[in-house]
């Protein structure tokens, strides 16, 4: 698939966490792009947020400048100085000001960067953009990831072809607001900064923020957009006809990453949507949905095809939420397990339906008419032993 107009992205290998894999990544446009940003709400934040935190103000920017490895958190004074070294020395390679470099990181917590690693091959990764694909990008910043995840969508807007094209990461300490997840976001579209930002918001808030694979919110978490204007289109403002075009493209792609992450969940079998159906409101809704999918015990009962029921009524118990527990239904792929609160006698039923990589929980609370859906995986023994190992 062909990405946006007007980027070139290069990987090189500095090894920041240890030798033979690329690990250091750039996104880089020539023109100067309106950026748009959302970022981890954890209050710990890593030095690399907390510095694109204050560059995405102006809404404008050139490039971005990632490693994996290494998260650059709870790095003190030093971490800081080393997310604005890596700005400045990017900025110089390629001839642009500080400010139009965002840095990102994603690794281990705690550790000192390896600056004089990364400063040496900076100059590299400068000289080679435009030799290596977005692929190389999504390879790069893996840590536990155990595929490379992109996305694309093309549209029409105004007689001019736009393509939005996306790169994530992500497999552990993944909950919201965002997730343990870097995810960038290129368009040759011309986008004016406010429906940049809206567009975004939405589409994270449709996805990211509703994914969970272990309840557990990074430091680094976080997702920059950026537009060129390669597409030369009339401007998309809020008030554009084509901006809900634009917004449900970028929704729906950015949602296509959010599912592959929760795919690639460490140690997980199976991608779980769980649908609570009809609850109070929607905040309820996703009360329920979240307090089911970050349970232990619904995760490993589904890891072992055992369709329990039981753990998951308590589970909307203790969420929180207005329920009449004698209106309850439960439906896993398909199969009535609970109809009124109790038992439907189709367990063993459920539990063959459950020996497949992809599962569909539907919960009808029977208050009110919306709905929420939130991804989530079961939990198996690699999933204590990837992160037993995750330093050494």
């Known amino acids: 698939m062909k990405t946006p107009q ?8 500095a090894a920041v966490k240890k030798p033979g894999r690329k690990d250091l990544a750039l996104i880089y446009s020539e023109s100067e792009c309106v950026m748009a940003g959302m970022f981890t709400l954890n209050k710990v934040k890593a030095a690399p947020v907390r510095l694109d935190m204050q560059k995405i103000r102006s809404g404008k920017g050139n490039a971005v400048v990632v490693n994996s490895g290494n998260a650059n958190a709870c790095t003190g004074v030093r971490g800081m100085d080393d997310a604005v070294a890596m700005s400045e020395l990017t900025a110089s390679a390629l001839g642009l000001k500080p400010s139009a470099v965002y840095v990102c990181s994603t690794g281990v917590i705690g550790t000192p960067m ?31 990831d155990t595929f490379a995840k992109t ?9 001019k072809k736009i393509t939005i094209s996306g790169v994530c990461k992500g497999a552990g300490m993944i909950s919201p607001n965002m997730a343990t997840m870097l995810c960038f976001i290129v368009t040759d579209a011309s986008v004016q900064k406010a429906a940049l930002q809206s567009a975004l918001k939405n589409a994270v808030n449709r996805s990211f923020n509703l994914i969970t694979i272990d309840g557990d919110m990074s430091t680094n978490d976080t997702v920059l957009a950026m537009a060129n204007g390669a597409a030369e289109n009339i401007p998309i403002t809020l008030k554009s006809p084509s901006y809900p075009k634009f917004e449900s493209a970028l929704s729906t792609m950015v949602y296509e990453l959010s599912k592959m992450i929760v795919k690639d969940g460490e140690g997980a079998t199976k991608l779980i949507e769980i649908n609570i159906k009809n609850a109070k409101n929607e905040k309820e809704g996703a009360k329920a949905a979240f307090a089911i999918a970050n349970s232990m ?36 792929n398909g199969v009535k397990v609970v109809s009124r609160g109790t038992t439907n006698g189709k367990d063993a039923e459920a539990n063959r339906k459950l020996r497949t990589d992809e599962v569909k929980l539907v919960v009808d609370l029977k208050l009110a008419k919306n709905s929420t859906r939130v991804l989530t995986c079961d939990f198996s023994e690699d999933y204590v032993r990837i992160n037993a190992e995750y330093r050494t």
């Open 114 to 144: 390896p600056m004089d690693r990364i400063k040496a091959k900076i100059p590299e990764l400068a000289d080679k953009a435009n030799r290596h694909s977005f692929l190389d990008v999504a390879t790069a910043i893996m840590t536990t």
């Open 6 to 13: 007007g980027f070139v992205f290069s990987a090189v290998e």
């Open 297 to 332: 015990l619904v995760k490993t009962a589904f890891y072992g095809n055992d369709a329990n029921w039981g753990r998951i009524m308590a589970a909307i118990g203790r969420a929180g939420i207005d329920i009449k527990e004698d209106r309850i239904d439960i439906f896993i």
């Open 151 to 159: 996305s694309h969508r093309q549209l029409t807007v105004d007689g």
